[in-house]
C-alpha cells in the first residue's frame, strides 16, 4: 500500500510539474516572439542574408538556387534521414554549383525566433525540403518538395527526385 | 473513374503508410494494448478496433473537409497541433493510466482488484475507443502532418473529395493497428486457453496497458514537454 502511494505520489508531481514547465514555457516563447516580431526580414532578405554566410561564394552573376531544410526543435528519425538524404543528394549531384555558390544548401529551425515567416512565406506544414530560385537576389519562385515524406523509404527514388528538381531549378526553367 | 480509384487506393496508402512510420508508435502501441486488452472476447477487440478507426477518421475527415474547403489554413492548423496536441496528450495518457490500474480512485466500488481495473475499462468502453482514436489522430508528428498535409489534403483538393478520401486514409492509419490489436488479443486467448486461465490473462492484460499508458505518457512527456529526446 506504502509503495502505492509512492508511485502515485511520484507520478501525480511528474505530471504537476510536466504542466507548469509547459505553461512557462509558453509564456517564455510568447515574450521572445513579441521581441523577435519587428526584427524579422521578409523572405527575400533572409535568403540574401542566409547565402552570405553559406560555404560558397555567392555568385554575383544573377541566378542563384538555395535550397532549404526546415526542422522545428523537435527531430524525428525520419525528419533526420530526410534531411541527410538531401543533402548528400545535392552534394553528390552538384558539387561545382555548390562550390560556386550557385546552388547553395541551408538547414532552418522554423522555432528559433525571427524564423517564423518561413511558415507563411513557403507554406510549411512540417519539417520541409523547399528549392527558391533567386535572381538579382530576389526570389523568382519556390517550390516546397512534399514527395519526400511518401519516397523516404526509397533512398534511390528519393535521390533522384531531389536531383530532377535541384536540376530544373538551376536551369532556371 | 480509375483515376479516382486511383486517388482512393493513394489515400488508403498513405495512411498505412503513416502507422507504419516511427513517430507515431508510442501511441500505436497504446492503442494496440488498449484494443488487444479484450482477452476474453476477440470479437469486441475487433468492435473496439473498428471504433478507433472510426475515431480517427472522424479526426482527419473533420480536418480534410476544413482544408478541401479552404475554411482553414494547412500550415497554420498542422503546426497548432504539432506543438499543443503532443505536449498535452503525455501527462493526460500518464492520468489516463493511473486511472486505468487503479492509482486514482474515481467512486468505485467491489472488492476483487481484478474486477475493478475491468470496471475502469469497462467505464471507457466504447466512447473510449472512438474517443482515443480521434486523440491520437490529432496529435500530429512530423511524418504524419508531413503524409496528411503534404500528400492527402493535395490530393483530396485535387479530386475535390473533402470527406471520402480523407476517410480511407483514416482507416487506412488504424488498419496495421487494429490487425495486430486483434492477433494479439487471439494470441493471449488462445494462452489463456492452454492454461484453462483466459480470465487471468485478460485481467494482467487490462493491467499491463494502464502501465503502457503511464509509460507511452512519460515518454510523450519528457520528448515534447522537456525536451528529452529530441
Redesign the interface.
Known amino acids: 500500500m506504502k509503495a502505492k502511494t509512492i508511485v502515485t505520489g511520484i507520478l501525480m508531481l511528474f505530471v504537476g510539474l510536466s504542466v507548469v514547465y509547459l505553461i512557462a514555457g509558453e509564456r517564455r516563447a510568447r515574450s521572445v516572439k513579441t521581441q523577435s516580431r519587428d526584427d524579422s526580414a521578409g523572405a527575400s532578405a533572409a535568403v540574401g542574408e542566409a547565402t552570405a554566410r553559406s560555404e560558397g561564394q555567392p555568385d554575383s552573376t544573377a541566378h542563384q538556387v538555395v535550397a532549404f531544410y526546415f526542422h522545428g526543435n523537435t527531430r524525428c528519425a525520419t525528419c533526420r534521414a530526410i534531411e541527410a538524404y538531401t543533402e548528400e543528394a545535392l552534394r553528390s549531384g552538384f558539387p561545382d554549383e555548390l562550390q560556386k555558390g550557385k546552388l547553395v544548401w541551408l538547414v532552418v529551425n522554423i522555432e528559433e525566433p525571427g524564423n517564423e515567416h518561413y511558415v507563411d512565406d513557403y507554406q510549411l506544414s512540417t519539417r520541409s525540403v523547399v528549392l527558391v530560385e533567386m535572381e538579382n537576389g530576389n526570389e523568382k519562385k519556390w517550390q516546397r518538395l512534399d514527395k519526400v515524406w511518401e519516397l523516404v523509404r526509397d533512398k534511390r527514388a528519393f535521390t533522384s527526385y531531389i536531383t530532377e528538381n535541384a536540376k530544373t531549378f538551376l536551369a532556371g526553367a | 473513374m480509375s483515376e479516382f480509384i486511383l486517388a482512393a487506393g493513394s489515400a488508403l496508402w498513405?495512411g498505412i503508410?503513416t502507422s507504419v512510420?516511427?513517430?507515431p508508435l508510442a501511441t500505436n502501441v497504446v492503442a494496440i494494448s488498449f484494443i488487444g486488452s479484450r482477452v476474453e472476447n476477440s470479437r469486441l477487440a475487433l468492435l473496439h478496433g473498428v471504433l478507433y478507426a472510426l475515431g480517427r477518421t472522424i479526426t482527419y475527415v473533420t480536418l480534410g473537409a476544413l482544408l478541401v474547403w479552404s475554411l482553414l489554413s494547412?500550415?497554420?492548423v498542422?503546426?497548432f497541433l504539432?506543438t499543443y496536441a503532443n505536449?498535452?496528450l503525455?501527462?493526460f495518457l500518464?492520468?489516463i493510466g493511473?486511472f486505468l490500474v487503479g492509482?486514482?480512485h474515481v467512486n468505485w466500488s467491489g472488492s476483487d482488484l481484478g474486477a475493478r481495473v475491468a470496471q475502469r475499462f469497462a467505464r471507457l468502453g466504447m466512447v473510449g475507443s472512438v474517443l482515443l482514436g480521434i486523440t491520437f489522430a490529432l496529435s500530429?508528428?512530423?511524418?504524419s502532418?508531413?503524409?496528411f498535409?503534404?500528400?492527402l489534403v493535395?490530393l483530396a483538393i485535387r479530386n475535390h473529395s473533402g470527406v471520402l478520401l480523407p476517410s480511407l486514409y483514416g482507416i487506412g492509419t488504424a488498419v496495421p493497428v487494429v490487425v495486430f490489436a486483434v492477433a494479439i488479443s487471439l494470441g493471449a486467448r488462445s494462452i489463456g486457453k492452454a492454461f484453462e486461465r483466459v480470465t487471468a490473462v485478460g485481467r494482467w492484460a487490462r493491467r499491463v496497458t494502464g502501465v503502457v499508458f503511464?509509460g507511452a505518457g512519460?515518454y510523450l512527456?519528457l520528448?515534447?514537454?522537456?525536451?528529452v529526446f529530441?
Open positions: 498513405l503508410l512510420s516511427p513517430c494547412a500550415p497554420h498542422s503546426n504539432q505536449k498535452i503525455g501527462p500518464v492520468l493511473m492509482l486514482i500530429f508528428c512530423p511524418v502532418a508531413g503524409l498535409f503534404g500528400s493535395p503511464i512519460i512527456t520528448t515534447y514537454v522537456f525536451g529530441s
